[in-house]
């Protein structure tokens, strides 16, 4: 069991000194979750599916991509999500897709049948979902099952008949959550986390007992045989923690009001320019690495860099002052996140990945 990331894009709101703008998919051993599609999305897409048939011996199924989750509404994080959602159906996808994202409290009360006129900003994804739909982006014109859903964090709208919900849970054993986040429009950081699981049961270590004896303590029940008191728990090897990941999107340095094994944070600036951050409500790498340090986080990969940066060396070394385990991603990178809480950072080469 493991969560592996693969980061199609690391520039912060334009592309950029070779980098490409946000787009990430969490890859779990159930299906997929794609955080943000900026500009040029399944451009980048089918460049990195190629690579990693020719290079890794495997290629991402674009079926079991079970949910399109927005951190916000920014064009550099959305504008590649109409056009996806077009080629899928062209490609004859039939499963459902999911997509959710961020909103005012104001505009969820509007959806919900509130009188009250609210305000909207352009960058409001209710006024990106309206589009969107108009455009085609609907069960009945792809030709596959789409759910839109908005929400302030606590409440969830159902796009598709201004129903409200629970926050839907698009793959049964990966658990998302919505984390609220501060930036110039609503927005969320993304947590996806595995359940933890209980050690395997050691057959070699019961070879000797009865089938009777085995199944009482494969079930997790204290039995006796032989006049020996046998705890069941002694039969089991280490058991398999929770894994969790966080994904940012924009956001001021601030709490997040969850822990994670491993968080993915945008480090726009240094810490030199800390006052442009704060007028933008970005972070820099050194805010990135105190808002790890403050969630538990035991790794840290930095992302989302400002066009000013020529490289992520000045970015990395800044983190690594204040958390200890820090990787600076770049476009194609892949982490792995593995079932002893282990993180492998796969920097995209030329040919493959080191």
């Known amino acids: 069991m493991a969560l592996e990331v693969h980061v199609l894009g690391t520039s912060s709101a334009r592309p950029a000194q070779g980098r490409s703008v946000s787009g990430s998919i969490i890859e779990t051993p159930e299906g997929m979750l794609v955080?943000?599609?900026?500009?040029?999305?399944?451009?980048?897409?089918?460049?990195?599916?190629?690579?990693?048939?020719?290079?890794?011996?495997?290629?991402?199924?674009?079926?079991?991509?079970?949910?399109?989750?927005?951190?916000?509404?920014?064009?550099?994080?959305?504008?590649?999500?109409?056009?996806?959602?077009?080629?899928?159906?062209?490609?004859?996808?039939?499963?459902?897709?999911?997509?959710?994202?961020?909103?005012?409290?104001?505009?969820?009360?509007?959806?919900?049948?509130?009188?009250?006129?609210?305000?909207?900003?352009?960058?409001?994804?209710?006024?990106?979902?309206?589009?969107?739909?108009?455009?085609?982006?609907?069960?009945?014109?792809?030709?596959?099952?789409?759910?839109?859903?908005?929400?302030?964090?606590?409440?969830?709208?159902?796009?598709?008949?201004?129903?409200?919900?629970?926050?839907?849970?698009?793959?049964?054993?990966?658990?998302?959550?919505?984390?609220?986040t501060q930036h110039t429009v609503p927005s969320f950081a993304w947590r996806v986390a595995l359940d933890g699981r209980k050690g395997k049961f050691d057959r070699d270590a019961t070879s000797h007992l009865p089938d009777e004896v085995k199944a009482l303590l494969a079930s997790g029940e204290d039995t006796e045989y032989d006049g020996e008191s046998l705890i069941a728990a002694n039969y089991r090897k280490d058991s398999i923690p929770e894994l969790s990941i966080i994904i940012s999107g924009d956001t001021a340095e601030q709490a997040i009001d969850s822990n994670c094994d491993l968080l993915i944070h945008e480090a726009t600036f240094l810490e030199s320019h800390k006052d442009i951050a704060n007028e933008q409500l970005h972070a820099t790498a050194a805010g990135a690495a105190r808002t790890a340090n403050e969630c538990g986080a035991k790794h840290l990969a930095i992302t989302h860099y400002s066009a000013r940066l020529d490289s992520h060396e000045s970015s990395l070394a800044e983190a690594r002052e204040i958390h200890s385990s820090v990787v600076a991603l770049g476009d194609g990178d892949r982490l792995v996140l593995g079932d002893d809480l282990s993180l492998s950072h796969l920097a995209k080469q030329a040919e493959g990945w080191a």
């Open 35 to 180: 955080v943000d599609c900026g500009e040029g999305f399944q451009n980048r897409l089918v460049k990195h599916r190629s690579e990693m048939k020719n290079f890794g011996g495997r290629r991402l199924k674009m079926a079991k991509v079970a949910a399109i989750l927005l951190t916000h509404g920014h064009l550099d994080h959305t504008w590649g999500v109409l056009p996806w959602m077009q080629t899928m159906a062209l490609d004859g996808r039939k499963d459902k897709l999911t997509v959710i994202g961020p909103t005012t409290s104001e505009v969820v009360d509007a959806l919900l049948g509130s009188e009250v006129e609210p305000e909207v900003t352009p960058s409001d994804l209710v006024i990106q979902y309206d589009m969107w739909m108009d455009l085609g982006a609907t069960s009945e014109t792809l030709g596959y099952e789409v759910q839109w859903v908005l929400g302030d964090g606590e409440r969830w709208v159902n796009m598709n008949d201004g129903s409200q919900m629970s926050l839907p849970q698009p793959l049964k054993k990966a658990k998302i959550s919505a984390h609220n």
